[in-house]
């Protein structure tokens, strides 16, 4: 583990015990690590199926990753749905075809 998830976690932990996290947080927090987890997963989908030199071993990855893929966007729309601020910057940023250097504030 890293220095700062390790920080992360105590901090985390520390609000936890006191109680002083909401349970709203703590489901948002939930999601996020669990969309890391999943984008994750498609890295190392990706990476193996690339990587291996047998065809029917590739479709089996690329479908797993392609499963990761779903979850991933599931997690996302329940992020748009439960956090208005990411809700407020996926109708503002995605699928517009300007310039991504114009999308930011």
């Keep these: 583990m890293g220095w700062m998830f390790q920080q992360r976690l105590v901090y985390f932990m520390d609000y936890v015990e006191k ?3 909401s349970k709203r947080v703590l489901d948002l927090n939930r ?4 969309l ?6 498609i890295m190392w989908y990706d990476e193996r199926a690339d990587a291996t030199s047998d065809k029917a071993l ?6 797993n990753r392609d499963d990761e893929k ?9 992020l ?11 109708k503002e940023i995605l699928g517009k075809s300007k310039k991504l250097s114009d999308l930011w504030d």
């Design 80 to 90: 748009r749905r439960n956090d208005p601020q990411y809700a407020h910057k996926i």
């Design 19 to 21: 109680g002083t996290i």
């Design 70 to 78: 779903e979850h991933a966007t599931l997690l996302m729309e329940w």
């Design 31 to 34: 999601a996020r690590q669990s």
């Design 58 to 63: 590739r479709e089996v990855l690329a479908h």
């Design 36 to 41: 890391i987890e999943e984008i994750q997963a």
